[in-house]
């Protein structure tokens, strides 16, 4: 039977020994609980797109561009206190295969529209952020407890992680976003069955 099929327990499973197999994602996380930014989670491409390598039999790291860390801090908005994290993670961070990326959530509102055209209302945590990215099999994110337990959020599941299926999430990010992203991951990942932004926009009629 599919992974895709089985029942919750079990893909969240499969989904974490999947992730297991990266090595510089499992650093990430290791490091990133070190850091232990507020509400932080590794999220969206390192994770789908290794558990898309291993479904498909290429090597764990295979097309991964960088590693997202997304933390929640709300009583600074300022470049500044942002840019001192991003600094503090430059170091820790340092040496890894692939850069890691880091962004506080709580500022995205801020310079969203600019950079994609539409506006954002300010998100309330790290999990309505991933709530709203663009496509719902990237809405996820991944932290590593203090007792060593992995914390998943997975609001739409892991069937489409495992079934290699990315369907557009109007929520936040425009059309052009979620195409833009299908067309890399397609030349990556062939076998990928993505829905059309048609679909999105029928299923909120």
């Known amino acids: 039977m599919r992974i895709g099929r089985l029942p919750v327990d079990d893909q969240l499973r499969h989904f974490q020994a999947a992730l297991a197999r990266n ?9 990133a609980a070190v850091l232990a930014l507020p509400g932080w989670y ?9 558990v898309w ?10 097309g991964i561009l960088d590693y ?15 840019d001192a994290v991003i600094q503090a993670g430059d170091k820790m961070f340092g ?21 994609y055209g539409s506006p954002c209302p300010p998100h309330e945590s790290t999990e309505a952020a991933i709530d709203s990215f663009e496509a719902l099999v990237a809405c996820l994110g991944v932290r590593l407890e203090p007792d060593g337990r992995w914390r998943v959020y997975a609001p739409h599941g892991l069937a489409d992680v495992f079934n ?3 369907r557009p999430n109007p929520v936040l990010a425009p059309r052009h976003v979620y195409e833009a992203k299908v067309s890399r991951w397609r030349q990556q990942w062939p076998t990928l ?11 909120s009629d």
Do not use: M
């Open 23 to 31: 090595p510089t994602l499992t650093d990430v996380l290791a490091r």
């Open 95 to 115: 040496g890894l295969a692939a850069p890691v990326q880091i962004r506080n959530q709580a500022r995205v509102h801020l310079w969203y529209e600019q950079k």
């Open 164 to 166: 290699l299926v990315a």
């Open 68 to 82: 997202d860390l997304a933390y929640f801090e709300a009583c600074d908005l300022s470049w500044a206190a942002e």
């Open 193 to 203: 069955t993505a829905l059309p932004w048609a679909a999105a926009e029928n299923a």
């Open 42 to 50: 590794l999220v969206a491409g390192c994770l789908y797109q290794t």
């Open 53 to 62: 390598n291993v479904v498909t039999g290429q090597p764990p790291e295979a």
